[in-house]
């Protein structure tokens, strides 16, 4: 069971060059988010799906697009890169919980170190 | 917009001294989680709690969650060098649960 897969696990870009962050799970969750780590930052959501074909902004969604066309996957795109999304980007999965309604923990994958030059 | 704070930003602790580290919502919390990243790794999760005046514990660790569900508190008893890292609360509103925010973290590290 390889949980939650990030590929490629490092990039360097130079600055307006675009890229595709892929995501993929193969624990069945409906739910998968995209987060970026800067240092003192902690962790903020960019985007996040909560289902097949459904996507939805989160703190941080300017200079970044999603897509989920499977379940399994959850892709981070950045049409033209800029210095400022040098970062460390983060997948995660989940799932519903009920009793009461709610979501479960958050299963991470290992991150993607990007450097825009 | 939900803020998530959490404090202190680092904490320094000789080995056996206790550690606790606390995370502030501006908006009631449906539930919240919390995390541990060792460094150059990803977060893994501790525990949840969603239930207002929740405790939960494991082992040397204390989990907490405030009556008003827009606090909560992580105390680690007589740390050890095992629990260097940086611990994050993470927190979902009432309005969309889906929606996790995570505090900025507080690194431990402890001197042996």
């Known amino acids: 069971n390889a949980g939650v897969t990030q590929t490629p696990k490092f990039r360097v870009l130079k600055t307006g060059q675009s890229m595709t962050l892929l995501c993929a799970q193969d624990m069945n969750h409906e739910y998968m988010y995209w987060y970026r780590q800067d240092p003192g930052m902690g962790l903020r959501l960019i985007h996040y799906?909560?289902?097949?074909?459904?996507?939805a902004k989160g703190e941080v969604p300017d200079g970044y697009n999603v897509s989920r066309l499977k379940k399994q996957n959850f892709l981070l795109g950045l049409e033209s890169a800029a210095p400022s999304q040098t970062s460390v980007y983060f997948c995660?999965?989940?799932?519903?919980?009920?009793?009461?309604?709610?979501?479960?923990?958050?299963?991470f994958g290992e991150g993607s170190r990007l450097t825009v030059l | 917009g939900q803020q998530v704070m959490q404090i202190p930003q680092y904490q320094h602790v000789q080995e056996g001294e206790d550690f606790t580290t606390y995370c502030n919502s501006s908006?009631?919390?449906?539930?919240i989680q919390w995390y541990k990243q060792r460094p150059g790794g990803h977060p893994v999760f501790l525990i949840q709690l969603v239930k207002s005046g929740e405790v939960k514990k494991q082992k040397r660790l204390t989990f907490q969650f405030g009556e008003a569900k827009k606090n909560s508190s992580l105390h680690i008893t007589a740390t050890q060098t095992t629990d260097v890292g940086t611990y994050f609360c993470a927190g979902s509103s009432v309005y969309n649960f889906n929606k996790f925010y995570f505090g900025s973290g507080t690194k431990l590290n402890v001197k042996p």
């Open positions: 908006t009631t919390l449906s539930n």
């Open positions: 799906s909560v289902g097949e074909g459904t996507t």
């Open positions: 995660a999965s989940s799932y519903p919980r009920s009793d009461p309604p709610n979501t479960g923990e958050l299963f």
